[in-house]
Structures are given as C-alpha cells and as structure tokens.
C-alpha cells in the first residue's frame, strides 16, 4: 500500500504503476511499503474508500469512517 499527498488531497494506491504516475503529478510518496503499519484509522474517509475500491469492496458510498475500517479490517 501506498500513501501519497498533494496539497489537501491525501490518495492510497496498490499498483507501482499507479504510484508513480501520481509523484509525476506532484503527489509525494508518505508511506512506503517497509513502513506499513496499515493503521486504517488514520486515513481520511476519501483514502479509506479508495482502498476499499482498490480491494474489490462494493457498497462503500454511504459508510461512514468507522463502517469502512471495520470492513477493511474484515478483508484482510
């Protein structure tokens, strides 16, 4: 899992590719995968989602922060 920043705008990602297409957009690498510590409660609620959609994860629209972590914990 990666997690970079631009500005306010905070993305998680899987896919290498993924990663660096958005450092050649400006994002900044935040965590890498040596540090993944995988503390779900310290994303923001766009980065949990984003995460779910990249694990496959459906009916995520409407949960709420605590909804998304307990599912994500669920699919690990």
């Given at each position: 899992m990666?997690?970079?920043?631009r500005s306010n705008i905070e993305r998680v990602v899987n896919d290498e590719h993924v990663r660096d297409s958005l450092?050649?957009?400006?994002?900044?690498?935040?965590e890498d995968p040596e540090n993944t510590n995988k503390n779900l409660s310290d994303l923001t609620v766009e980065g949990l989602?984003?995460?779910?959609?990249e694990k496959g994860i459906?009916?995520?629209?409407k949960m709420k922060k605590e909804e998304l972590i307990e599912?994500?914990?669920?699919g690990q």
């Amino acid at each position: 899992m990666y997690r970079l920043i631009r500005s306010n705008i905070e993305r998680v990602v899987n896919d290498e590719h993924v990663r660096d297409s958005l450092i050649k957009q400006g994002y900044e690498l935040i965590e890498d995968p040596e540090n993944t510590n995988k503390n779900l409660s310290d994303l923001t609620v766009e980065g949990l989602k984003e995460l779910a959609k990249e694990k496959g994860i459906e009916g995520i629209s409407k949960m709420k922060k605590e909804e998304l972590i307990e599912v994500l914990k669920g699919g690990q």
